[in-house]
Structure formats: C-alpha cells, structure tokens
C-alpha cells in the first residue's frame, strides 16, 4: 500500500526567505506526483503536477521535482509571501490520489 | 466555466442519521471521485466512478455508497453516522480516469456529526 510522508509538518519562516518542503513516498509505481495548496476550511487547490517521466515543473515561484527511484519529491517556494501561508499537500497518484499530512506553512511578514 | 460544485457547503447531523452529499463535475468530466479528510490528516480515497460505474474503493465500511447519474454528477451516501464521520468531503471531476487526465477538486462539504 502506497504511503506518503510530508517533512517537516510546521514550518515558520520569515518573509523573503526561500524553502523547501519534503514529500517521500514508498511504491515507484506512480502515474504522477501532485502539490496542492489547502487554506483553512477550504479545498485543494492544484500547485503542480509532474508527470512519471518528468524530473521537474515550475510555476512562478515555484518550482517542483521528482525522483521517482527514490520516491521523492520537493516543492521549492522562492521569495515567500505572507500570501504562501497554508497547508501544501503532496499526492502520489496511481488509480487514486494518495496523500500525505501537509506541511503547515506560516510566512512571518 | 464552472469549476467542481459540492453542495451543501455545511451540514450537521446527529448520530445515527443518513446523510447525502451532492457533486456536479466540470463540464465534459465523466469521472467523479470521492476523498474524505479528517481534520489534521490528508484526504483518503473513498470511490471512484466513471461513466456511472464504480472504477475504485477505498477502504471504507458499507455505510458509505455513492452512485453517478447519467449527466455525471454524483451521490455520496452514509447511512448511521458516527461521531468519525465528521470531515471535510471533497469531491474531484476529471475527463477520464488514469495517468493522462488532471483532476479538479470543489471545495468540499464540511460534516460535523453531534
């Protein structure tokens, strides 16, 4: 059974500063690896999707990569805004997402 | 266009009660699926349909069905609640189901179960 782990589980940063938040995972077999963003009480919103064959993707201010051998991922957040403060998610994805916890993420202005 | 659509947005019920949660996909999207999220835990897969067939089950008891009607919205059912069905249900619509499709989730429906 795939499972998904997301380290570290808070994360308090000032403004401005760069990050980088852990997800691993335990079965290769994967479709793709998905970060979302997940404010209080809300739903999820997608971040970024790397494909299996992909190494990375980038958005803006983030950038995410895959090492798909070693059922790994990062989500990289450049130059963080107090806006970045939420819950980012990571999700394996084979017939179903499978997710990890989050990371917490409080950007101190 | 419209983007996912749950309904309702909030609900409480009592212990023992039924419940039913209601989704409306993108429109074109014939795959519905539905995630429960306990609060401080991350969403666990409870079904997956496609073109009104169920694709996917999680690990669930049968108090919870679903079914998906033919414009391809979708049901989630579950019957004699418990105080730990209290979650955040989040549904998500994709075109199709496998590797080549992104999903969409909708903004879930928040269950609170007294």
Same mark, same amino acid.
């Given at each position: 059974?795939?499972?998904?782990?997301?380290?570290?589980?808070?994360?308090?940063?000032?403004e401005g500063e760069n990050l980088v938040l852990n997800c691993s995972f335990t079965d290769s077999a994967i479709y793709?690896?998905?970060?979302f963003r997940q404010d209080p009480g809300k739903g999820l919103t997608s971040l970024l999707l790397i494909q299996s064959s992909q190494?990375?993707?980038t958005s803006g201010r983030l950038n995410a990569?895959?090492?798909?051998?070693?059922?790994?991922?990062t989500l990289y957040i450049a130059a963080s805004q107090p806006g970045d403060s939420a819950t980012y998610l990571c999700a394996a994805q084979r017939n179903q997402f499978y997710f990890g916890t989050g990371t917490s993420l409080t950007v101190i202005p | 266009d419209a983007g996912v659509t749950q309904s309702p947005t909030h609900l409480i019920k009592t212990r023992g009660q039924h419940v039913t949660l209601r989704c409306s996909p993108i429109s074109g999207h014939k795959s519905v699926s539905w995630y429960q999220q306990v609060l401080g835990q991350g969403p666990q897969f409870i079904f997956q349909y496609y073109e009104?067939?169920?694709?996917? /089950?999680g690990n669930f008891p049968d108090?919870?069905?679903? /079914?998906?009607?033919p414009n391809y919205s979708s049901e989630l059912n579950v019957n004699a609640l418990l105080l730990g069905d209290s979650a955040l249900y989040l549904c998500a619509s994709s075109l199709a189901t496998g590797a080549n499709y992104g999903y969409t989730f909708g903004s879930g429906t928040r269950l609170t179960v007294v």
């Open positions: 059974k795939q499972e998904v782990t997301q380290i570290p589980a808070a994360l308090s940063v000032p793709n690896l998905q970060w190494r990375e993707q990569s895959l090492d798909k051998s070693s059922g790994r991922s | 009104k067939e169920e694709r996917g /089950r108090r919870f069905s679903a /079914r998906q009607f």
